[in-house]
């Protein structure tokens, strides 16, 4: 039971909502795109990630510099179980908006030499 508890508690915060919404639409993402979509810094965006990281929901790979995050697909238990169940719903969350987002992101981030342009919605 605490295990279904920890991940509901990792999702019962806007940002981190948004973040499951942006990943799931996009795809794999690196922080600094989450940076830029959700509005938030570096600091508050790494927390959040971490603190889904840790609830099982996602899984993150360093590239170089880069730290990106994905969704656990497959993942076993109550994660996976409570990815499953709410995807489609987390798939809408926002999608216009987050796609605005995006591509507003991508456009600023073209010539910057940052990480690689997200892919669209």
């Known amino acids: ?13 806007e940002t981190r ?6 990943l799931l639409q996009h795809g794999e993402c690196c922080v ?12 508050k965006a790494s927390r959040h990630l971490q603190t889904l990281r ?6 993150d790979r360093r590239d170089g510099t880069w730290v990106y995050y994905r969704i ?3 993942a076993t238990g109550p994660a996976g179980e409570i990815l499953d169940t709410n995807k489609t719903l987390l798939i809408r969350l926002q999608a216009d908006e987050i796609a ?3 591509t ?3 456009h600023r981030k073209a010539g910057a030499g940052s990480c690689r342009q997200l892919p669209p919605g």
Do not use: P
């Not at 909502?17 to 942006?22: D, G, K, M, S, V």
């Not at 989450?34 to 570096?42: A, F, K, L, N, P």
């Open 1 to 13: 039971m605490r295990e279904y508890a920890d991940a509901y508690k990792a999702m019962a915060d």
């Open 17 to 22: 909502l948004t973040i499951l919404a942006l």
């Open 32 to 43: 600094c795109d989450v940076m830029e979509v959700c509005g938030i810094t570096q600091s």
């Open 54 to 59: 840790r609830a099982g929901l996602l899984l």
């Open 72 to 74: 656990a697909y497959g």
């Open 100 to 102: 605005r987002r995006v």
């Open 104 to 106: 507003a992101w991508n």
